[in-house]
């Protein structure tokens, strides 16, 4: 008589078959994903993590809402895949949205998949990724899931400065779903396919009658060079993993710990006779700055932030004797490397990012001042100014300043000067640190003799002279304890290594206070 009881074997072959069905999905749906010239959430997954180091997380979690066909449709993993692995050894989090179930939309118990996965990130204190390509809110569900993006916010704020929160932009996400990534620490892109905007063109055509294509609206160019919302953009998805990968290797898992450190074979006392030629002595002749940083940092290698957005500033991650550094430095190409508005952001955020994450600071000046104009003032360049300046003076690691040539007015006093709490400030021998620029103090300050003189414009360039030998030689800081020391440019490198080296215990206490009230 044959038995019909179920067996543990049978029971295991069902749970096989069940991942089996979870993992692979849809194979319309896959090659339509594929179509599209995207990759599907496990293959993403798969590049970014460490060959056969992903723990999936419920990943037989299936909705339980009813109503429009819903109850009829349950998928596995209920459209978004979640779950820990290793890069280069090191425990990340990750959830990637499956476009195939749902196109991605988020619903309730989505949500709760992605609520669990960045909780465990936080206990576990390890840096999360989220790998977005979904259509905002499942509409099916209504309300729960609105709430559900409520609960992804609230965890990125709480997790905001604890790890490092990374949102990598692979598929079309408007709405809500754009909300998340500009709460993290930084946003990817990828062209073409990855687009982020709050309304779509259909709307804005419908409200304002504008007509606007997805990228041109939001796709990756534009919000890399123009709104400044994302700070990388690459032109495929692979290209942009293998970069989410390598910046991972420059953060910390989480705020209490250092950067992690790698032997470096380039010398720390490397001398950089380049820099000599590299930067010329008339503060009226533009160089490229990252010219500058490639001679100082380890193997000239560095990784800059927001590249394309606000290009008068620099904002990069290198390693110096293999200690993660964070570079500001004006961009004497750009705009003479004034600060304005936008650099004055950008330069912000990325001084708390660093702050945050213990990475030291080393800014590199040759600011002509702020960006004069109307637009400016009236944009609020006050306020955006003062963001930077909070940002410096609130920040408590090690901060180093190096002046190569211009450092004029409050523009020098907000790149992080002695006087708002440098550890340590040094200047080249073209420094030159004043108010303003010798021609305009001469305007200012000799106006009456000038204008009194027979020959004025002789008058001028003699009066210009004498205030640039009696206020703006090399030595008129250093002679009065501003600066720490006027250096060879040649020995710049060592010099900044041996500084980071003396401050790496610095240990700094703040008031106790439930948090500042920065400038916005």
Not at 227 to 241: M, R, W
Request: with cysteine; glycine share 10%; aromatic share 6%.
């Amino acid at each position: 008589m044959e038995s019909n009881t179920v067996t543990p074997h049978d029971r295991a072959e069902e749970l096989r078959s069940k991942r089996r069905e979870a993992e692979s999905g849809s194979l319309r749906a896959t090659e339509a994903q594929h179509a599209k010239g995207k990759l599907t959430a496990r293959e993403r997954i798969e590049l970014l993590l460490d060959a056969g180091s992903f723990k999936e997380v419920e990943q037989l979690r299936r909705h339980r809402a009813t109503g429009f066909g819903l109850e009829a449709k349950r998928p596995y993993t209920d459209g978004v895949i979640t779950g820990w692995g290793t890069v280069e050894g090191r425990t990340v989090f990750v959830y990637a949205h499956d476009f195939r179930i749902f196109g991605g939309a988020l619903g309730e118990a989505h949500a709760t998949k992605i609520h669990k996965i960045m909780d465990m990130a936080i206990s576990a204190g390890a840096p999360l990724v989220s790998l977005n390509d979904g259509a905002g809110a499942r509409i099916q569900e209504g309300v729960s899931a609105l709430a559900g993006y409520g609960g992804i916010f609230q965890r990125n704020t709480r997790a905001s400065g604890v790890i490092p929160q990374i949102s990598v932009m692979l598929g079309p996400c408007a709405g809500g779903a754009a909300y998340s990534p500009a709460l993290t620490d930084f946003v990817f892109m990828v062209r073409e396919t990855s687009q982020m905007f709050i309304t779509g063109p259909d709307v804005v055509k419908a409200v304002t009658g504008e007509e606007i294509t997805q990228n041109g609206l939001g796709g990756a160019d534009v919000h890399a060079e123009t709104s400044g919302v994302a700070h990388f953009a690459y032109d495929d998805e692979e290209t942009c993993i293998a970069e989410v990968r390598y910046l991972i290797g420059m953060l910390p898992s989480n705020n209490r710990e250092n950067p992690p450190t790698v032997e470096s074979d380039d010398p720390a006392d490397r001398r950089g006779d380049v820099l000599l030629d590299l930067v010329p002595a008339d503060g009226n002749r533009p160089y490229d700055m990252h010219k500058v940083i490639e001679e100082l940092v380890d193997d000239g290698d560095y990784l800059e932030i927001h590249e394309r957005w606000a290009r008068n500033i620099v904002c990069a991650l290198a390693r110096m004797d293999g200690q993660v550094v964070g570079i500001v430095a004006n961009q004497p190409q750009s705009l003479a490397g004034v600060l304005d508005i936008e650099a004055s952001e950008k330069a912000a955020r990325f001084v708390q990012m660093c702050d945050a994450f213990n990475i030291p600071i080393i800014t590199l000046l040759d600011v002509p001042g702020f960006l004069p104009g109307v637009d400016q003032e009236h944009g609020g360049i006050i306020r955006h100014g003062a963001k930077l300046l909070y940002a410096y003076c609130n920040a408590t690691v090690p901060r180093i300043s190096l002046i190569l040539r211009k450092a004029y007015g409050g523009a020098y006093i907000v790149m992080d000067s002695q006087s708002i709490g440098a550890d340590l400030t040094y200047a080249w021998p073209t420094n030159e640190i004043a108010v303003m620029g010798a021609e305009g103090a001469a305007n200012v300050v000799f106006r009456r003799q000038i204008a009194e003189s027979d020959q004025p414009d002789i008058t001028r360039e003699q009066l210009v002279k004498e205030y640039k030998a009696e206020l703006m030689h090399p030595y008129y800081a250093a002679e009065r304890g501003l600066v720490d020391d006027v250096i060879d440019p040649a020995d710049t490198r060592s010099t900044l290594i041996s500084g980071l080296a003396m401050l790496r215990a610095k240990h700094a206490d703040l008031p106790a206070r439930k948090h500042g009230n920065p400038p916005t």
